[in-house]
């Protein structure tokens, strides 16, 4: 029996929530993305991010169309009574699912600057990451905008990333 895996924080977009599985098997990625609650402009600007993703990890990390997958990943709103915590992002991860919730507040334009560190951070979990100690990495629980994160930092989440979920860079 799979068992999901919750995680809560806590924090106004400070704080980036999720959790990942220690131990977890490699997902078998790529993942096939499914949008559940959001907006078309939403949808957007969540695509974009994710072709953006791939892009720089040198491979196709995310499909969108009707390909069988083996790796499902669900993007959503976070929940009715999660919305009126602080949260700013959670995972929900199984080892073969993932639901991805982001809060409407990174969508909105003076907190936008943190949609796409949550995201990734998001993606981290999904693909078996857990919270980073240092304060410098996307792993760790707070958020911080775009562009806070150094080159070194992101070349560790992206290191990190393709070598949990057997990606190959071209």
């Avoid at 220690?22 to 499914?34: C, F, I, R």
């Amino acid at each position: 029996m799979l068992k999901l895996l919750k995680c809560f924080g806590f924090g106004l977009l400070v704080l980036v929530t999720g959790c990942g599985q220690k131990g977890a098997p490699s997902a078998p990625w790529p993942a096939s993305v499914k949008f559940d609650k959001l907006s078309e402009t939403q949808k957007q600007s969540v695509s974009e991010m994710l072709m953006d993703f791939s892009k720089d990890i040198g491979t196709e990390t995310f499909y969108f169309d009707n390909r069988s997958a083996q790796f499902q990943l669900t993007i959503s709103l976070l929940g009715d009574q999660d919305q009126k915590s602080s949260k700013a992002g959670l995972a929900t991860y199984n080892g073969s699912y993932c639901l991805l919730e982001l809060s409407p507040l990174v969508f909105e334009e003076s907190y936008q600057s943190y949609l796409q560190p949550v995201l990734w951070h998001e993606l981290g979990h999904c693909a078996g990451m857990e919270h980073d100690k240092s304060v410098e990495e996307i792993m760790y629980y707070l958020a911080r905008p775009k562009g806070f994160y150094s080159d070194s930092a992101i070349s560790h989440f992206f290191s990190s990333f393709t070598s949990l979920t057997s990606l190959i860079s071209k």
